[in-house]
């Protein structure tokens, strides 16, 4: 096979700045990163023919008579891990193939290849810009706040400005743009938007993301976690997605002579999004704690309805600028930032399409706070709710043909059975909540 100028280009960067190990990144099912390191003798037999693992120890891959996977680097991912300052380092991500050379099932990275193939056939790009949110806390062991802080707040209540300094750094020295940095809602809470690429670039930078800013935390002796809930009674962590669809240079959601300036694309696509909510949710919140951040009160969306501007809707549809037809886009508020991006923006993207290519009815907007509806009438009015638990989640992605056949057999069914797991193991643990108010009483 023909090399190309890309693996060209990542043999001679490794040569003139004397790297000598490279690491190859790929995910598991569940969206953790994986890794493994090789030297830089090795790299252009890698970059051609691939480097062999043992795929049964990486949950949801394979069993052990059928362990062997092939990891091949892409070369376009190719960056220099920033903070590995004594011996430079570089990474890449990878597809992971079977040893005949074929996409293997169970890559995630694969999943979201072939939902983005199915959009080019249809002519369109893909565009995800995800809003990560975390906290920073003393130490795993004691999860304590560092500040107090709130929204948008300036220090000396933000004790965090340098931490997220040195993320951005780090960021933006492996080519992932930053758009901006703010304090959050809850104390301890922090936000750094990327700006938004195409969705396999994205689903790549959110690992990187994800790495980057704990690799920071450690650094400097605290802890990041993207848990979506791990404390009550202040907001989650959530990943907001703003999405939107182009036909090469243009944006198919924009439409200038729409009332709302949204094309029939955008409210079809909508109208998918919808339409398999409830049954997507399990990908998009897949831990037990991912449910406890979806209850009223604190901004995460509960119900399955879209609007403009307002908040409290599953789709928001934020205000069109003039003259910035290129940021017409949906945000997608469900999804929290411990989800596999991968599979999360696959099966987001599988959603739109059926809208699109069934043209489906893009329902009324939610305008009032949905919140203070009666179930009566938010019933009346047609709005579902999203799932209540991770076993609610469980029932309805099993059922769904268009998750099925989002994720493919392999994926659903390890996903579905690694989640009941997770269920079953919640369900017989006897929680703090159960001991304080039953064992005084009962
Ligand atoms: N056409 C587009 N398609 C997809 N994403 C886009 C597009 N245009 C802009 N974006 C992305 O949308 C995101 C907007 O983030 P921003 O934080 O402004 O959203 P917000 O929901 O208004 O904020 P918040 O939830 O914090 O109140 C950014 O990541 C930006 O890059
Ligand atoms: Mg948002």
């Given amino acids: 096979m023909a090399r190309t100028d890309e693996a060209d280009y990542v043999l001679r960067t490794v040569e003139e700045r004397g790297i000598r190990f490279i690491r190859l990144w790929f995910t598991d099912v569940l969206g953790f990163l994986k890794a493994f390191t090789i030297t830089s003798q090795e790299l252009e037999g890698a970059l051609a023919e691939g480097m062999g693992f043992d795929g049964s120890s990486i949950e949801g891959f394979s069993r052990i008579q059928e362990s062997d996977m092939v990891a091949i680097p892409d070369p376009s991912t190719f960056q220099v891990i920033p903070w590995r300052t004594e011996l430079p380092v570089a990474r890449m991500f990878c597809d992971v193939v079977t040893p005949d050379g074929v996409p293997f099932d169970g890559d995630p990275r694969w999943v979201l ?9 249809l002519g369109y790009t893909f565009y995800v810009g995800p809003e990560l949110e975390f906290f920073y806390f003393r130490s795993v062991e004691d999860p304590a706040f560092l500040d107090q802080g709130g929204y948008f707040d300036e220090t000396p209540l933000d004790v965090a400005t340098d931490y997220r300094k040195r993320t951005v750094q780090y960021l933006e020295a492996m080519g992932i743009p930053v758009e901006y940095v703010h304090h959050e809602v ?7 938007d990327l700006r938004y690429t195409d969705a396999l670039t994205m689903a790549d930078d959110v690992m990187a993301y994800r790495l980057t800013v704990k690799e920071v935390a ?12 791990p404390v009550a009674g202040v907001n989650g962590s ?9 036909e090469g240079d243009r944006n198919a959601f924009f439409d200038a002579t729409d009332e709302y300036h949204l094309s029939k694309t955008a409210k079809t696509f909508i109208a998918g999004l919808l339409e398999h909510a409830p049954d997507l949710t399990l990908v998009t919140n897949q831990w037990v704690n991912s449910y406890k951040r979806l209850v009223p009160g604190y901004e995460a969306p509960v119900y399955v309805c879209w609007a403009r501007r307002n908040r409290s809707a599953l789709v928001r549809v934020p205000q069109y600028k003039p003259g910035k037809e290129e940021a017409t886009r949906i945000e997608y508020r469900s999804p929290d930032a411990a989800c ?20 489906l ?13 009666s179930d009566a009438d938010r019933r009346a009015a047609g709005i579902r709710s999203l799932p209540e638990d991770l076993h609610d989640a469980i029932v309805l992605a099993e059922r769904s ?13 390890y996903l579905i059975r690694n989640k009941r797991a997770e269920w079953d193991a919640f369900k017989a643990e006897v929680t703090p909540f159960e001991l304080r108010r039953y064992l005084p009483i009962l």
Avoid: C, W
């Fill in 113 to 121: 290849k072939r939902q983005l193939a199915r959009a080019a056939d």
């Fill in 186 to 192: 809850a104390p301890s809470q922090h936000e750094i």
């Fill in 218 to 229: 450690q650094e400097f002796g605290i802890y990041a976690t993207f848990m979506p809930k």
């Fill in 238 to 246: 959530g990943m907001h997605t703003h999405m939107s669809l182009f």
């Fill in 340 to 359: 596999n991006p991968y599979l999360a923006f696959a099966v987001m993207l599988a959603a739109g399409l059926d809208g699109v290519e069934r043209e």
């Fill in 361 to 373: 009815e893009l329902p009324p907007e939610a305008s009032n706070n949905i919140y203070e509806m």
């Fill in 401 to 413: 043909d268009l998750v099925r056949r989002a994720l493919g057999d392999h994926v659903h069914e």
